[in-house]
């Protein structure tokens, strides 16, 4: 088992910055992947963001490229997105998931990948 805590949301203006961070418990290893995704009022969850505890290797959807960064730290077992250039349309409930780190069925992008999930943040971005 793997436990999800996500914490760092919050109301920002658009242009603001966010930080959200998700601290990982249990069984955790370098054979996860960690993602980010949201969901928004009335639309389905989407990925946002992915990332390997074993490498650098990332991932993005187009909407944050050049915005957004994913991280970790592996000595704190955390992994943070740093969310810049804020716009209304990023405000969501964002949520952290972890699954394995190969699959020969699911992308990283795909929410069937991941088994363990956090319980979500609000972020909200002011027009």
């Known amino acids: 088992q793997v436990q999800l805590v996500e914490s760092g949301g919050g109301l920002v203006e658009a242009g603001g910055s966010l930080r959200l961070s998700c601290a990982a418990s249990g069984r955790t290893s370098s054979s996860l992947i960690m993602g980010w995704f949201r969901q928004a009022p009335g639309k389905e969850r989407e990925f946002v963001a992915a990332?390997?505890?074993?490498?650098?290797?990332?991932n993005y959807v187009d909407s944050v490229k050049g915005r957004f960064t994913i991280s970790r730290d592996n000595a704190k077992a955390t992994v943070y997105l740093q969310m810049n250039s804020l716009k209304p349309e990023d405000t969501a409930v964002y949520y952290c998931a972890a699954g394995p780190r190969f699959s020969a069925t699911y992308k990283y992008s795909q929410q069937a990948r991941y088994i363990y999930w956090g319980q979500g943040t609000q972020v909200t971005v002011s027009s």
């Open positions: 990332i390997k505890w074993s490498d650098t290797s990332t």
